[in-house]
T-cell receptor, first 116, second 108 residues
Framework: GAVVSQHPSRVICKSGTSVKIECRSL??????MFWYRQFPKQSLMLMAT?????????EQGVEKDKFLINHASLTLSTLTVTSAHPEDSSFYIC????????????FGPGTRLTVT | GQNIDQPTEMTATEGAIVQINCTYQ??????LFWYQQHAGEAPTFLSY????GLEEKGRFSSFLSRSKGYSYLLLKELQMKDSASYLC?????????FGAGTRLTVKP
């Protein structure tokens, strides 16, 4: 099956610093990638949808200047959390859609961010 | 709106059958997914329904009624490892939205 990787799997950073999370589709091309955030015991909340070569579409309430998304190639999207605060601590999960499939969407293993 | 509703928690016995329901608002519907998520891990794909009816895959089956905005996930021959959260997700046009998840506990 299709594989999506995320790096890093865990990161601890200090308040005010920036953190970059990478999402890669390893064996398929992903024209569209999605970034989700999940707080403990809550469901996944879509943050933004990114299409290769174009600007990401952010969900209402998600600050695009704080959560920078770049989808520069068909296999890589990055999420940068800028000027991180403790309330940004969460589980960040990306998913990628296989362009050749009408519906399949594959999830990465997630990145746990802790801001101290 | 795009509300997706599913029960918060369910408990069942090992070897039994459990049905997890999901209702959603039908406007813009473009497919329904069920995912399993163990604590601290990413969701894993279980099933996909876009047409009415039952899709069976081993111990898991998923049913969809588009006119009613209703789906269920049926788990048979429950095993302890099936204890997890089960997420109902609906694609509205191009965006996938998740329900809050149903936390299933399987007891011996």
């Amino acid at each position: 099956g299709a594989v999506v990787s995320q790096h890093p799997s865990r990161v601890i950073c200090k308040s005010g610093t920036s953190v970059k999370i990478e999402c890669r589709s390893l064996d398929f091309q992903a024209t569209t990638m999605f970034w989700y955030r999940q707080f403990p015991k809550q469901s996944l909340m879509l943050m933004a949808t990114s299409n290769e070569g174009s600007k990401a579409t952010y969900e209402q309430g998600v600050e695009k200047d704080k959560f920078l998304i770049n989808h520069a190639s068909l296999t890589l999207s990055t999420l940068t959390v800028t000027s991180a605060h403790p309330e940004d601590s969460s589980f960040y999960i990306c998913s990628a859609r296989d362009w050749s499939s009408s519906y399949e969407q594959y999830f990465g293993p997630g990145t746990r961010l802790t801001v101290t | 709106g795009q509300n997706i509703d599913q029960p918060t928690e369910m408990t069942a016995t090992e070897g039994a059958i459990v049905q997890i329901n999901c209702t959603y608002q039908t406007s813009g519907f473009n497919g329904l997914f069920w995912y399993q998520q163990h604590a601290g891990e990413a969701p894993t794909f279980l099933s996909y329904n876009v047409l009415d009816g039952l899709e069976e895959k081993g111990r898991f089956s998923s049913f969809l009624s588009r006119s009613k905005g209703y789906s269920y996930l049926l788990l048979k021959e429950l095993q302890m490892k099936d204890s997890a959260s089960y997420l109902c997700a609906v694609r509205f046009n191009n965006d996938m939205r998740f329900g809050a998840g149903t936390r299933l506990t399987v007891k011996p």
